[in-house]
Antibody, heavy 121, light 106 residues
Framework: EVQLVESGGGLVQPGGSLRLSCAASGLTVTSIYMSWVRQAPGKGLEWVSVIFSGGSVDYVDSVKGRFTISRHNSMNTLYLQMNSLRTEDTAVYYC???????????????WGQGTTVTVSS | DIQMTQSPSSLSASVGDRVTITCRPSQNINNYLNWYQQKRGEAPKLLIYAASSLQSGVPSRFSGSSSGTDFTLSINSLQPEDFATYYCQQSYSSPSTFGQGTKLEI
């Protein structure tokens, strides 16, 4: 069974840091691409970051220079290091990927359950 | 960034109805258009990718199409489990962007 399990969320003060993890089973984090998508309370979905199989990465402008996506191949785990956190980063963070032909179109057919990040003083 | 204008933002319908949701990108996205369903408290679920390809396991009452610059998600014969929020996403250009969502209510 393919599964993504996020962890690492919590309450942090503005300016603080958190590292989110996404443990994968049934797929390999280096195989295609892995993304982070977030959803602020009561709001829509926002794509945050991606790491491709070759290691190239990209970010939405609002997190560039503050967030870093990475992966640990042997642990088959995706990470999102979040620094200089702002109140507007408060959201549920999902990791997502694809194991089907949808991957060619960078659609996401495998999602984790999400981990909640709250940035507040 | 490519802006995705999704309409309507909310929609009331009944079981058995047919509904359509539209998404218009601000630039050409070459059919790199995906549709997701999200139920309250759950992760999104992929329904359609590449504008019209039905994801495996998704009921055939869901369909996607494109016409000119617009992309459409259609749901035939609504079922009780279809009442949820739907999002379009362009994955053609980085950053990938989502529409603002359509809440489908009874």
């Amino acid at each position: 069974e393919v599964q993504l399990v996020e962890s690492g969320g919590g309450l942090v003060q503005p300016g603080g840091s958190l590292r989110l993890s996404c443990a994968a089973s049934g797929l390999t984090v280096t195989s295609i691409y892995m993304s982070w998508v977030r959803q602020a309370p009561g709001k829509g979905l926002e794509w945050v970051s991606v790491i491709f199989s070759g290691g190239s990465v990209d970010y939405v402008d609002s997190v560039k220079g503050r967030f870093t996506i990475s992966r640990h191949n042997s642990m088959n785990t995706l990470y999102l290091q979040m620094n200089s956190l702002r109140t507007e980063d408060t959201a549920v963070y999902y990791c997502a990927s694809s194991i089907s032909s949808a991957a060619f179109y960078y659609a996401m057919d495998v999602w984790g359950q999400g981990t909640t990040v709250t940035v507040s003083s | 960034d490519i802006q995705m204008t999704q309409s309507p933002s909310s929609l009331s319908a009944s079981v058995g109805d047919r509904v359509t949701i539209t998404c218009r990108p601000s630039q050409n996205i070459n059919n790199y258009l995906n549709w997701y369903q999200q139920k309250r408290g759950e992760a999104p679920k992929l329904l359609i990718y590449a504008a019209s390809s039905l994801q495996s396991g998704v009921p055939s009452r869901f369909s996607g199409s494109s016409s000119g610059t617009d992309f459409t998600l259609s749901i035939n014969s609504l079922q009780p489990e279809d009442f949820a929020t739907y999002y379009c996403q362009q994955s053609y250009s980085s950053p990938s962007t989502f529409g603002q969502g359509t809440k489908l209510e009874i």
